[in-house]
């Protein structure tokens, strides 16, 4: 299963990456919008993590999102964000599976990733 981090922050690929890289996850990861979505359409990951607030061209995460899915309808994406839980109803409605604030969880995480397995097992595409 491939996990693509998409934020400017260092700090969550720094603590995640080497966590879920032992349980089998490639986690890849850009800071800015425009390098996840070449990755994206590279590697297909299963889940992507998106930060609303990016450095570059394309620095806004919602923007991205909307990219994203006329890339790829499938892949599970998980909106984050330091502190602006006022955009969640927006996000979804665009097409964000998940809405976490930071701090996260390791364990949320692993969560996700978890029900990403299942849908992509699940024969009728439905996410458990």
């Known amino acids: ?3 693509l981090i998409i934020d400017d922050e260092e700090l969550l690929v720094e603590v995640f990456k080497p966590i879920l890289e032992r349980q089998g996850v490639e986690v890849l990861n850009s800071q800015t919008g425009e390098g996840g979505i070449e990755i994206l359409k590279k590697e297909k990951p299963s889940v992507v993590l998106l930060d609303i607030s ?3 061209t394309m620095n806004n995460g919602i923007k991205v999102l909307e990219e994203i899915r006329k ?3 499938t892949c599970q994406i998980v909106m984050i964000t ?6 969640e109803k927006e996000c979804l409605a665009k097409g964000a599976n998940f809405y976490l604030t930071k ?3 390791l364990s949320t995480i ?3 990733l978890a ?3 299942q849908k992509n097992t699940n024969p009728e595409g439905q996410l458990q």
């Open 82 to 87: 330091g502190s602006d839980a006022s955009l």
């Open 110 to 112: 692993k969560d996700i």
């Open 1 to 3: 299963m491939k996990l």
């Open 103 to 105: 701090p996260i969880r």
């Open 115 to 117: 029900k990403a397995r």
């Open 54 to 56: 990016l450095k570059g």
């Open 71 to 73: 890339i790829d309808q």
